[in-house]
């Protein structure tokens, strides 16, 4: 699956999961939902297939979930996430009106 296929799907995956992607991460990277390891670290055989952490299912949902009410494209909801994992922040415009 990719970045997109996962983010479309969050609210149908299993919040314990985590979401690894291959870098860089765009709307087309190579990605898996999966359990942690025992350490909550990404899989042994994840890394190994040259994907890293992105978020926890649960974090995504929260970080579009400060998004409110608000109507938003699915894009614009990618964007947000990549921008979250790459920076442990909010873009500027999240904070808009």
Same mark, same amino acid.
């Not at 999966?34 to 649960?58: C, H, I, M, N, W």
């Not at 894009?75 to 009106?97: C, M, T």
């Given at each position: 699956?990719?970045?997109?296929? @996962?983010?479309?799907?969050?609210?149908? &995956?299993?919040?314990?999961?985590? &979401?690894? /992607?291959?870098?860089?991460? &765009? *709307?087309?990277?190579?990605?898996? /939902?999966? *359990? *942690?390891? @025992?350490?909550?670290?990404?899989?042994?055989?994840?890394?190994? =297939? !040259?994907?890293?952490?992105?978020?926890?299912?649960?974090? /995504?949902?929260?970080?579009?979930g400060a998004l409110g009410a608000r109507p938003v494209s699915h894009?614009?909801?990618?964007?947000?996430?990549?921008?979250? =994992?790459?920076?442990? =922040?909010?873009?500027?415009?999240?904070? !808009?009106?």
């Open positions: 699956m990719t970045l997109d296929d @996962a983010i479309r799907q969050l609210n149908s &995956l299993d919040e314990n999961l985590v &979401l690894c /992607a291959r870098k860089p991460w &765009l *709307p087309s990277s190579e990605c898996v /939902a999966t *359990p *942690p390891s @025992a350490d909550l670290g990404v899989p042994r055989q994840v890394k190994e =297939a !040259g994907l890293d952490y992105f978020l926890e299912v649960d974090v /995504a949902r929260e970080v579009l894009e614009d909801n990618v964007k947000l996430l990549i921008h979250y =994992a790459e920076h442990d =922040a909010y873009p500027d415009w999240v904070y !808009g009106s």
